[in-house]
């Protein structure tokens, strides 16, 4: 078996180790001071948003260990929680143009910030309709501890502005920007490609597909294509397939001709996943990639539909909003694609490839999209991803 | 040809492992990634809020607390709340608390001349926030309207230590001495002592004042020790030095400011994997979390957890700067170079933190980055300031002579 020279495997490596770190885009937020984060999302439609306050922080200001045991769980956080509400509805005041909002706590959550728990507080602000001017008023633990800091993150129809509440700038006011209007294709484009990165389904069920894409299954084992040519060619069918049946469903969804219910779309997404990657073990799909990939795409079609009816469409550009969206899945599907083939077709040859990477990767896919699946049809949360 | 094949065979294995670290390197981001969530059962602990369970130190807080809610002008149960506060940040490494001492201090915060309590604790607190000039400024009217109050000269003392100036320390410690013989007043002349010239003394008087002092509290012995530790290391007394911290670790506190002493000692040994099995849960407190990443990141294979520790400092050290808060430049620093590897932003970090302080710990972090930035100049401060005070240190010494070949 002929391979690659020991410096270009290390390149490959060194290569899709930095674009696998790009992928895992991660966002932490820590602090050993005294600091909670607020964020408010202010779009044409509606004024929410999220504050995260210090378990160690509400311990002292509300009390939440009510068996005095030194630990706080999340069953007593959940029992203090309209406390916790009530105390950060006091604490937090919201004006537009000069005219009062009011925050309603939608749910009580957890986020693991570095430095430990926090109280995540998801709110809408009710009252105010596309104010100019917001005026926020923070006092959140001053009186117990002023060297306390609010964070804020204020986004505001795509503009992204900070700011720190301290006892001497309790109150802040921002000019908010008027929604520039532009072209709805542009905006689903973004969100199409948006929607696909963050879709770690459509993502896994794409790789599944891919990964034995530049082999060949013979006599019972997998074997490298000889040349690159017949594995491009390979790939570009599977993913041609994958997004005609997606752009298909999502059409006839997003126009309403067809409806499924959404849990049973995403579970069934899940299972695809599963499926997809257990043929890499097991093949009972014969050969046909792109076959599976048409079947199953018509499938995750209804997915993005879904996504795309939360984001609303535009009725009087119907033909622009669907098809922008669904270019931009096309895009953000090729960008995974042009990091992925270069790196397959490099390792291809490597047994190293067929026996570990396709095997130890389906593997996980299958784990991964079996807890999917089991949340979904369950109904319940379990997986941080 | 067999080399060859060797080469191949030896490089497919390394990859091989590589991968491994890097499938597990991206799990560890994407759990630090978290997204907000609903925890699985009401048993889920998601936040320990004392040390013990039944620490009596927290235990009396809120209670206390309540009473000074009530009863906000009552100096004695604020100095005692505050008290407490200034003992839990540092016995659990969280700031935190000094903004609820300060909180608590409210009252006479702004006064120019408080209740002689009041400004001892405020001066002490402004000390921990490294605000020196302040804290000084509090403790010159401490001392003028209350000579005979041990804790104002105290913290006198240590202030003028770590800000480098030895015989304003020295004097400030003449009345100590006075007013409270004994181990604390010992180690605080041993320490300015140690750094001004007379390094061997130092040993000597702080290894008899351990001996003749077996009564003293556990944190009085554990502050002597360290002091005594500290000192050898400054020596090259390694052996010495290790033994001493052991049995400072032996008094049963689990210090701070200890740990992160002898983690630097067994660091510069090159025994990373004692350092990590020293801290491997001390992940709350930043300077900590630091020794532990710096441990994991020489081990080899780097442990898993090494990419979400240095997440975490980045993330701490990002969120100190939103907040406006610049209190972490030596460690900062430190991190900027060994774990980020960016010898020149380092440098900057080193020498804003030197404009704050002068500890050995300032020096070297100030030395080590004009070394690694290919900037001798920069370190002439530090050079000059070692040469001034006759300051005993070999690891200094060697960074000395380093750059003095550049």
């Known amino acids: ?385 | 040809m067999q080399h060859k094949n060797d080469m191949i065979a030896w490089t497919s294995k390394k990859l091989r492992t590589k991968w491994l670290t890097c499938f597990f390197i991206i799990a560890a981001i994407n759990v630090i990634r978290c997204e907000p969530y609903i925890p699985q059962a009401g048993s889920n602990v998601l936040e320990k809020i004392r040390i013990t369970a039944f620490d009596p130190a927290a235990h009396g807080m809120h209670e206390l607390r309540a009473r000074l809610t009530a009863d906000p002008g009552n100096i004695s149960l604020a100095c005692q709340f505050t008290r407490l506060c200034i003992e839990r940040s540092r016995s659990e490494a969280d700031p935190r608390f000094l903004g609820r001492a300060q909180s608590a201090l409210a009252p006479w915060w702004d006064e120019a001349v408080p209740p002689i309590d009041a400004l001892v604790l405020r001066a002490t607190i402004k000390q921990s926030q490294h605000d020196f000039t302040n804290a000084l400024a509090d403790l010159d009217i401490a001392v003028h309207s209350d000579p005979r109050n041990p804790q104002a000269w105290l913290t006198r003392a240590t202030i003028f230590t770590v800000l480098g100036d030895y015989p304003a320390a020295r004097q400030a410690c003449l009345p100590l001495a006075q007013l409270t013989p004994g181990l604390i007043a010992l180690t605080a002349v041993a320490n300015v002592t140690s750094l001004n010239g007379g390094a061997e003394p130092a040993c000597r008087l702080l290894r008899n004042a351990l001996a003749a002092n077996a009564s003293a509290s556990a944190d009085e012995k554990v502050w002597a020790s360290t002091a005594l530790a500290e000192t050898e290391v400054r020596l090259g007394r390694v052996l010495e030095a290790e033994a001493d911290f052991k049995s400072a670790l032996k008094f049963g506190r689990r210090d701070p400011y200890l740990l992160g002493a002898y983690s630097d000692l067994l660091l510069s040994q090159g025994r990373a994997r004692e350092v990590v099995d020293l801290l491997k849960d001390e992940t709350r407190a930043d300077a900590l979390l630091l020794r532990l990443a710096l441990a994991e990141a020489t081990i080899v294979p780097q442990p898993a957890t090494l990419q979400t520790h240095v997440a975490t400092l980045k993330a701490r050290y990002e969120s100190g700067h939103l907040r406006g808060d610049f209190v972490h430049q030596r460690e900062e620093a430190r991190f900027t170079l060994q774990l980020l590897n960016q010898p020149r932003e380092a440098l900057k970090l080193a020498q804003i933190n030197w404009q704050v302080q002068h500890e050995p710990a300032d020096l070297s972090i100030l030395l080590e980055t004009a070394l690694a930035a290919s900037d001798p100049s920069a370190a002439k401060p530090a050079l000059d300031f070692i040469q001034t005070n006759h300051l005993q240190d070999v690891a200094l010494m060697n960074l000395s002579e380093k750059l003095n070949h550049k």
């Not at chain 1, 594995?231 to 409806?259: E, M, P, Q, W």
């Open chain 1, 1 to 385: 078996m002929k391979n690659f020279a020991p410096a270009l495997q290390l390149r490959c490596f060194y290569l899709s180790l930095f674009i696998l770190l790009l992928l895992s885009v991660f966002q932490t937020r820590a602090h050993t001071q005294s600091t909670s984060y607020v964020t408010f999302n202010v779009t044409s439609k509606n004024i929410s948003g999220e504050w995260d306050l210090s378990l160690r922080d509400l311990e002292d200001a509300v009390g939440l260990d009510v068996n005095d045991d030194g630990v706080i769980t999340w069953a007593e956080l959940l029992a203090r929680k309209d406390a916790v509400s009530a105390y950060a509805i006091s604490q937090l005041h919201v004006r537009g143009d000069g005219q009062p909002g009011s925050l309603r706590i939608k749910e009580l959550l957890v986020d693991n910030l570095s430095d430990g728990n926090y109280a995540v507080l998801r709110f809408d602000v009710e009252g105010l309709e596309q104010p100019a001017k917001l005026e926020l008023s923070y006092n959140a633990f001053f009186d117990i501890d002023p060297k306390h800091r609010g964070l804020l993150r204020l986004e505001d129809n795509g503009i992204t502005r900070l700011a720190v509440f301290d006892p001497f700038n309790s109150t802040q006011t921002f000019d908010l920007t008027k929604e520039v209007p532009h072209s709805p294709f542009l905006t689903f484009l973004i969100e199409g490609v948006w929607h696909i990165w963050s879709g770690y389904d459509h993502i896994l069920f794409l790789l599944a597909l891919l990964l034995p894409g530049v082999l060949l299954r013979r006599d019972g084992k997998w074997q490298p294509v000889s040349a690159a040519r017949p594995a491009f060619v390979n790939v570009l069918k599977i993913v041609t397939a994958f997004t005609l049946a997606h752009s298909i469903t999502l059409s006839l969804a997003a126009l309403g001709y067809v409806h499924l219910p959404t849990r049973l779309v995403e579970s069934a997404i899940a299972a695809s996943v599963v499926l997809a990657a257990f043929n890499n073990l097991v093949p009972f799909f014969a050969e046909r990639g792109w076959m599976v990939a048409f079947g199953f795409g018509l499938l995750h079609g209804f997915g993005f539909a879904n996504a795309l009816r939360d984001l609303g469409l535009h009725n009087g550009q119907l033909a622009a909003t669907l098809f922008g969206f669904n270019l931009g899945v096309e895009l953000g599907q090729l960008a995974i694609v042009a990091v992925f083939l270069p790196l397959a077709l490099s390792l291809r040859r490597l047994l190293f490839y067929q026996s570990f990477v396709l095997r130890f990767g389906s593997a996980a896919i299958i784990v991964i999209a079996s807890g999917w699946f089991a949340e979904r049809v369950f109904d319940f949360k379990w997986l941080p991803f």
